[in-house]
């Protein structure tokens, strides 16, 4: 029996096991994909938005290509029940185990419900009733995002809804909005999210931070502050929690690889450019689009979507007013004209994603040959269930929560902007 094997029949977790039975896809907890960047050092994988399906079969066939670890995901925004794309929290299991049954498929792959944002302490009764479906539809790894409210709502969020998060799942937490250069998280906020996590006995696998990116195209040309984001990873060392970097979409090849090299970032969330590279968009080396002189899309004759069926997604965007970053939400309205497009349209599509991917993977993330490592993570606990990476450091009586909004009254931050900074 190989090492696959031996994984696929102890590394799968007991709600992909109910779902699919007779599978032959190591889906795993996201933990399991964060100890093998961690085993590889100084090195991260893709976490690619699913916004449709050529973009899950490209990424699965570049982390094969790779021998990567990977992680499919789709926020709340995105993929939500007020879905703009149609892969939503529901189906994205099941797609992902589909098409690695198809193409054969052998590398571990996480699937991650990320940004479940929290706006209000009022949004928490829906989402403890929500949350749990997510892992009944075969989530493996989730992120909750409360960093639209104060620190202290944040943790307090994160904190009422942990009982509703299998302990064996992956588990990522967010500070600080993505704001661009705006309001960039602190050493302070980051420490009194995991610490006071910490104290309640949860172990968060990753934070995400405001450190200066952006969601969608990336046009500032400030990017991800790598300084920054360093010197929150060393204060948050002794809870080993590792970064998980939002809005990678537009940043620099060189950028990322600081960030991969010179912090303790192991997920990197790339959404906007697979879904412009899976069209046929015109992109620079890392994934920004390209503009004309009149600020529209370059569409790449031959590649991706045919001629005819980018004339008609640019005609429906100009009509509904969409420009830019909102061509996003041409995803949901034209996905079955997509899945209508004849084979060799279909197969370009995806190719496209595969090779942006596995250049990512390879020459920037430093992510080759991670799925081994995966696989000995399963072996060596001989579990789908990784555990923690720390234990309690804090003390709970410190941790109340009357001393939680006390202490975040002493918190000195700049939370930037108000308004609407969904992903």
């Known amino acids: 029996m190989t090492d696959f094997q031996k994984a696929l029949q102890v590394g799968r977790p007991p709600n992909i096991v109910k779902l699919f039975p007779n599978s032959k896809a190591l889906i795993v907890s996201g933990k399991i994909i964060d100890r093998a960047l961690i085993a590889k050092g100084r090195a991260m994988t893709i976490a690619a938005n699913g916004r449709n399906n050529f973009v899950i079969r490209g990424v699965l066939q570049a982390a094969q290509r790779a021998n990567a670890c990977v992680i499919i995901e ?62 009944e539809a075969g989530v493996t790894s989730i992120a909750i995002d409360a960093s639209h409210m104060p620190d202290d ?41 995991i610490q006071g996590m910490n104290a309640h006995g949860i172990f968060a696998d990753w934070i995400a931070l405001n450190n200066g990116t952006t969601h969608g195209l990336e046009s500032s040309g400030q990017g991800i502050q790598v300084e920054l984001t360093a010197d929150i990873h060393r204060h948050l060392e002794p809870y080993k929690v590792s970064g998980a970097q939002h809005g990678t979409s537009g940043n620099s090849s060189e950028r990322l690889r600081a960030i991969a090299a010179q912090t303790n970032t192991t997920k990197a969330n790339v959404a906007t450019a697979l879904q412009m590279v899976s069209w046929g968009v015109e992109v620079n080396d890392y994934g920004n689009a390209i503009l004309d002189d009149n600020g529209n899309f370059i569409k790449v004759k031959g590649e991706g979507v045919s001629e005819e069926m980018w ?112 992903d």
Not at 91 to 115: F, K, R, S, W, Y
Not at 174 to 186: P, R
């Open 153 to 193: 709502e944040n943790l307090l969020a994160n904190i009422a809804l942990n009982p509703f998060i299998p302990a064996w799942a992956g588990l990522e937490t967010e500070v600080g909005e993505i704001k661009g250069d705006q309001g960039l998280s602190t050493v302070d906020d980051a420490k009194f999210l």
């Open 74 to 135: 789709i926020a709340r925004s995105e993929g939500g029940a007020k879905a703009y794309c149609p892969t939503n929290y529901w189906n994205m299991a099941l797609q992902v185990d589909a098409a690695c049954n198809e193409l054969g498929i052998t590398v571990p792959v996480a699937v991650h419900a990320d940004h479940y944002g929290i706006k209000k302490a009022a949004d928490l009764a829906f989402a403890k009733v929500e949350i749990p479906t997510l892992f």
């Open 311 to 422: 004339a008609e997604m640019v005609a429906y965007a100009c009509d509904k007013g969409w420009k830019g970053g909102n061509y996003k939400s041409l995803n949901l309205p034209f996905e079955p004209k997509l899945m209508g497009q004849p084979k060799a349209i279909r197969q370009r599509m995806v190719k496209r994603v595969e090779d942006f991917v596995y250049s990512m993977l390879v020459d920037v993330f430093h992510a080759q040959d991670t799925a081994n490592l995966a696989i000995q993570a399963i072996l060596q606990a001989g579990s789908f269930d990784m555990g923690a990476k720390v234990a309690r450091i804090e003390d709970p009586s410190e941790w109340t929560e009357a001393k939680i909004r006390q202490r975040a009254t002493t918190l000195v931050t700049d939370k930037g902007p108000g308004g609407n900074f969904d």
